[in-house]
């Protein structure tokens, strides 16, 4: 352990050179960054001041997001890291920290969406026949109580278009709010609106 | 808009807006409070569109408790949204009797909400936790500087 999170080594607002009196104390003491990657679960724990424990994820595959818009949350597989605002060299390596842009799995959320509005959303637009299949969300037997509670949502359920559009290519933008390297979750929620807008354009630009 | 100059998308945190209710509504959901101890929480933190979550009207993470000082400002424009407040004080020396004048200076958070500030103004400052390496406190009230002649002619 060298990692000290004191003040004492840095100079005063003045200016002034701090001369050293004491050593480095354990309550001041700093930990190695996790820099959670992609991959196969794997989580340490560690015991911290006051008998505590973190959980330092090492290595997500999933995450517990949620759509915003339609309060519903799901557990989606996460795909790569897409942005990252603080460093590009995160985005290269595919850290996942709080705040990264990443792109998951758009299955769970598209099953939920044509479950609860019998709706397709994203879907390519030919292969009518093979799809017609009991199972099928869009097509299954429904009772009438239910069949008239999607009656009652068919409004509410417009969807933003460049959202739609990443429903078609089954990859969703997704921002992580929590801290893999705290809490080891790496869980989220999905760009809607204008964030969804900000976030697009850098994308946009990044590549051009 | 013209307040995402950063990488990162601005907004308060906790304030979600939802894309699908903005119909007849005004644009956006602005989250504002009253920082306490009869301070009045500007127009401009309620109407504007800034984003700041250092500021005390409008971010949730920062109270003011402990000590409200004064000070006149010194150094405005030079940091971000941070500014340095002259104090003055007399200091007494009991062997000739006399006072002796000292100062010290302050860093202050200075939110947005505040514009127009300028070099000499008054300014009332509230103790907050430590939001930089020298910054706890933060604006809460501006008095402009009384100009003696009130013929304001200063830039122009």
Known sequence: MGISRDSRHKRAHTGAKRAQYRKKRKFELGRQAANTKIGAKRIHTVRVRGGNIKFRALRLDTGNFSWGSEASTRKA???????????????????????????????????????????????????????????????????????????????????????????????????????????????????????????????????? | MAEQTQKAFQSQIGIFQNPKLTGKKRTVRRWYKDVGLGFKTPREAIEGHYIDKKCPFTSDKVSIRGRILTGVVISVGKMERTIIIRREYLHYIPKYNRYEKRHKNLAAHMSPCFVGVEVGDVVTVGQCRPLSKTVRFNVLRVQKKIVKGAKSFAKF
């Open chain 1, 77 to 208: 597989r996460i795909i790569r890291v897409v942005y990252n605002a603080s460093n590009n060299e995160l985005v290269r390596t595919n850290t996942l920290v709080k705040g990264a842009i990443i792109e998951i799995d758009a299955a769970p959320f598209r099953q939920w969406y044509e479950s609860h509005y019998a709706i397709p959303i994203g879907r390519r637009a030919q292969k009518t026949g093979a799809e017609a299949t009991a199972e099928d969300p869009l097509n299954k037997k429904r009772s009438n109580h239910v069949l008239r509670k999607i009656e009652s949502r068919k409004e509410q359920s417009k969807v933003d278009q460049a959202l739609a559009d990443q429903f078609a290519a089954g990859r969703v933008l997704a921002r992580i709010s929590s801290r893999p390297g705290q809490s080891g979750r790496a869980d989220g929620y999905i760009l809607e609106g204008k964030e969804l807008d900000f976030y697009v354009r850098r994308l946009k630009a990044r590549k051009a």
